[in-house]
Nanobody, 119 residues
Framework: QVQLVESGGGLVQPGGSLRLSCAAS????????MRWYRQAPGKQLELVAT???????NYADSVKGRFTISRDNAKNTVYLQMNSLKPEDTAAYYC?????????????WGQGTQVTVSS
């Protein structure tokens, strides 16, 4: 089986920074796209950032210039560096990844990590 485990969430003041990590483990042959989503209370799930294996990353307009997605293929890990955080960034953040494992391609999700931006 494949598991994605996020870490790095927490409470931060407006203007602060956090770095989220998401590590994939299991019988992984390859990972294609990796993404970060978020969901604030009472709101729909929002795609925050996507990183593929070769193309430039993509970002939601709401985080452009403040968030940076990156990946370490050797560690099967994706990161989300979040700077200049705002109260409206408060949400549960989830990673997902398109993984080939045991001859099958599937999209897997992590369990989520809470980010709270508040003074």
């Amino acid at each position: 089986q494949v598991q994605l485990v996020e870490s790095g969430g927490g409470l931060v003041q407006p203007g602060g920074s956090l770095r989220l990590s998401c590590a994939a483990s299991g019988s992984i042959f390859s990972i294609n796209a990796m993404r970060w989503y978020r969901q604030a209370p009472g709101k729909q799930l929002e795609l925050v950032a996507t990183i593929g294996t070769g193309a430039s990353p993509n970002y939601a307009d709401s985080v452009k210039g403040r968030f940076t997605i990156s990946r370490d293929n050797a560690k099967n890990t994706v990161y989300l560096q979040m700077n200049s955080l705002k109260p409206e960034d408060t949400a549960a953040y989830y990673c997902n990844a398109d993984v080939t494992a045991r001859g099958k391609w599937s999209t897997y999700w992590g369990q989520g990590t809470q980010v709270t931006v508040s003074s």
